[in-house]
Every structure is written in structure tokens, then in C-alpha cells.
């Protein structure tokens, strides 16, 4: 079955919102959260995550390796690691030399995943696509694809993605945050009020 996954937003306007969201996301099966590096600590902000979560994984998409040296991204990822007890993942750019990051990584025991192209080194590629016809799968079985997308615009939208990625070999989708996620992920199928329809004539 497809996973999907949210993209929250980096910076947080209300800590209480925020993490209200990500318990609300997890309860409706979100099967990971993840934070990008763009706004506030991204570390800081999983660590907060992990406290109020006890199953989805906790995402760090990096953007650029050249503000996260080896030595400065092992210990907070270890350190995440150990609050989540085990469900750190981090997704590397595509650009850059990643040997060191990946070694880093990997001794701090975070699942990664590559930007853009797949790389032997890690667990997983995310695509960022418009349609589920540009995803392909990498010659490895192995190797997870989740697919970035953008909201669908109505639950039937929502459903046709579903399907069509999941066709296409996706293991997953990644979602950028919007309030109306939470409901996709508790009712994903479209509405069908026949029963409505039959009983008020």
C-alpha cells in the first residue's frame, strides 16, 4: 500500500498549531513528518516532534551540505535518533559530495535518502514530480521512491493520485501541509452520500 508522508512548513507561527498538526497527522496515518532547513533549526523542531509522536519517522531534507559539515550533522542526528527511538530519516541533496555526510548519518543510524537521483549510499530517492508518468523506478528493487507532489485539489483528485502512483511503482507520496490533509488521510476514498440521497427522498 502507498504511504504518504507531510512536508510541514520550516517556519512555525504557533508552537501549539504546529505541533497539534503533527499529532494529527500521525493519528491519521501520516507514515512520516518531515522539515526542511530553510527556516529554524530543523533538528530543534524534530526534536519537539518526537516528543509528542511514538510511531511516524522524522524527516530532515537538507538543502544544501555546505551549512551541515560531517562533524556538525552526526550529533544532532544521533541525538534525534535517540529521542525518536530509532525513526530518523534525512534526504540529502542531489548536489555535492556526500560520502562523509552519508558515513555521519550512518553511524548516528538515520535511514537517508536522496534528492533528485538515486545514489547506491542510500535507502531511498524522492522525486519531486507533477504527474505519476515522470516517476521512474530505479534499477534497484531495493531502493525506496517517494514521489513530492502538491496537494490535490479535491478528494476524487486525491484518490486518482493514490492509485496512479502507487501504478507506477511509488512507495510513497510526500505532501507539502495544507489543513485539508489530515481528512485525505483519515477519508481518502470519494464521497458517495447515496445513502443520504435515498433517505431524505
Known sequence: MLKVAARLPAAIDDVGEYLADVTALEAAGADSIWVDDTALDPWVILGAVAAVTHRAGLGCQL???ARWSPSRLGPPAAALQTLSRGRTVVGLPRRG????????????????????????????????????????????TLTEVWAAIAIPPDREAWTQALNAYEAAGATGLIVGWNARLVDLLRNPEPDDRADLLMSTG
Open 63 to 65: 538543502t544544501s551540505l
Open 97 to 140: 559530495n556526500h560520502a562523509d555526510h552519508v558515513a555521519a548519518l550512518r553511524a548516528a543510524g538515520a535511514r537517508i535518502f536522496t534528492v533528485g537521483a538515486p545514489d547506491a549510499s542510500g535507502d531511498g530517492v524522492i522525486l519531486t514530480v507533477e504527474s505519476a508518468d515522470q516517476l521512474h523506478r530505479p534499477a534497484s
